[in-house]
């Protein structure tokens, strides 16, 4: 069975600052592995997805990801963060066979201080 | 872009009441998917369907169904609400090409 752990559920930031929100997974077979953003009242938006060759991936609104196989980690990063960032994010992974089904993980939102 | 489009934002139902949520998507996907979203505990797959009235059971099926009898359309029906099926509700939709597209949400109150 795959899973997904983000290490976190609040992540506090000042506006300008580097954000980091961490993401583990298990998989017994080659991932796919997806970060999604939900705002308030929202539905859940892609940020950026891995599924195979460059390891380093970029995303919308700045938002980059690393995925490290050895590690099991897909990290996301921003360099400068906005107030706008504010929100829930989701780090997800598929899991064997059939439809695409995705696992997410708990979620962590991301509060930016003025 | 592709729409999913969920037909409430927000329902209160009294416990023992059948519910229907309602799930529209414009791309022709074969794929629909319904999760519930808790606090803390992130998105949790409830229903899938890879086509016309086929469907698979997700991690938390009990107390729940559902029902595609149109590629377009996906519904999920609780049969005899409880309070604690109170929660938010996301409707997806998905092709191998095209990824994941969810739908606005479904925040239902069962009093």
């Given amino acids: 069975a795959q899973s997904v752990t983000q290490l976190g559920s609040h992540v506090s930031v000042s506006e300008g600052a580097l954000v980091l929100l961490r993401c583990n997974y298990s998989s017994s077979v080659p991932p796919y592995l997806f970060w999604y953003v939900q705002y308030p009242n929202q539905g859940l938006q892609l940020l950026l997805k891995y599924t195979t060759g460059a390891t380093?991936?970029?995303?919308?609104?700045?938002?980059?990801?690393?995925f490290k196989k050895s590690e099991t980690s897909f990290h996301l990063t921003k360099p400068s963060?906005?107030?706008?960032?504010?929100?829930?994010?989701?780090?997800?992974?598929?899991?064997?066979g059939g439809a695409q089904k995705l696992v997410f993980g708990q979620g962590t939102r991301l509060t930016i201080n003025p | 872009?592709?729409?999913?489009?969920?037909?409430?934002?927000?329902?209160?139902?009294r416990t023992g009441e059948k519910v229907f949520l309602e799930c529209v998507q414009d791309m022709d996907h074969?794929?629909?998917?319904?999760y519930r979203q808790d606090p803390g505990l992130g998105?949790?797959?409830?229903?899938?369907?890879?086509?016309?009235?086929m469907k698979e059971k997700g991690d938390i099926?009990?107390?729940?169904?559902?029902?595609?009898?149109?590629?377009?359309?996906?519904s999920l029906?609780?049969?005899?609400?409880?309070t604690n099926q109170t929660s938010m509700y996301l409707c997806a939709s998905s092709s191998r090409d095209r990824g994941y597209t969810f739908g606005s949400g479904t925040r239902l109150t069962v009093v």
């Fill in chain 1, 81 to 96: 963060a906005h107030m706008s960032d504010a929100a829930e994010y989701f780090c997800a992974v598929t899991r064997a």
């Fill in chain 2, 77 to 82: 029906i609780l049969e005899s609400a409880s």
């Fill in chain 1, 56 to 66: 380093l991936v970029k995303g919308i609104n700045g938002f980059e990801a690393e």
């Fill in chain 2, 43 to 53: 998105l949790r797959l409830i229903y899938f369907s890879y086509d016309v009235k």
């Fill in chain 2, 61 to 74: 099926p009990e107390g729940y169904s559902v029902s595609r009898e149109k590629k377009e359309r996906f």
């Fill in chain 2, 30 to 34: 074969e794929n629909m998917f319904w």
């Fill in chain 2, 1 to 13: 872009d592709v729409k999913v489009t969920q037909s409430s934002r927000y329902l209160v139902k």
